[in-house]
């Protein structure tokens, strides 16, 4: 029986486990964002939650715990200087969102992201503005581009056939 067991097991020994989920963890703060199974994705957002709040912290015996559940310090940097101090929740930092099936094994998908992923993911609307004004100022310089190269092709193209012209004259 499994009274009062909290957590998955993920059919691994214990410290298979906690490898697992500090990999999760670590790719998560880097990455501001992964693609895992919901399983793994509710279990990680525990983990990574608990050590968000000991970012917000921002003491050394938080960074102290903190580095002792994930012993890479520049994630854990990145956390209390980056991330941390951006968030202004008290709590839910993350949300998992479900997404699809996995092809290989049909296993349920879901992308474990932060709540406020675009504040610090260092988008803003001024500059989502900035890179649709960019995108659509590149596409006019493509398409100007283009019109010179098929204007160029067409002279090759002319000239091309004025030789032949003059090669037949000729014979």
């Known amino acids: 029986m499994r009274h009062r067991i909290s957590g998955r097991s993920f059919h691994r020994n214990t410290n298979q486990r906690k490898a697992l989920l500090r990999g999760q963890v670590q790719s998560l703060f880097e990455h501001l964002k992964i693609e895992t199974t919901v399983a793994k994705a509710k279990e990680t957002r525990k983990i990574a939650e608990r050590l968000i709040t000991l ?38 930092y993350l949300r998992v969102v479900k997404t699809r099936f996995r092809v290989g094994d049909n296993a349920d998908m879901a992308i474990l992201e932060f709540v406020d992923y675009d504040l610090l993911a260092g988008k803003t609307e001024e500059k989502k503005k900035a890179n649709k004004e960019e995108k659509k100022e590149a596409k006019k310089v493509e398409k100007k581009e283009e019109k010179k190269e098929t204007k160029k092709a067409e002279k090759k193209v002319e000239k091309k056939e004025a030789k032949k012209e003059e090669k037949k004259e000729d014979k």
């Open 55 to 92: 970012g917000k912290k921002g003491d050394l015996h938080s960074r102290r715990i903190a580095l002792s559940r994930i012993p890479n310090n520049n994630i854990i940097t990145k956390l209390f200087n980056e991330i941390a101090p951006k968030i202004k929740r008290t709590s839910g």
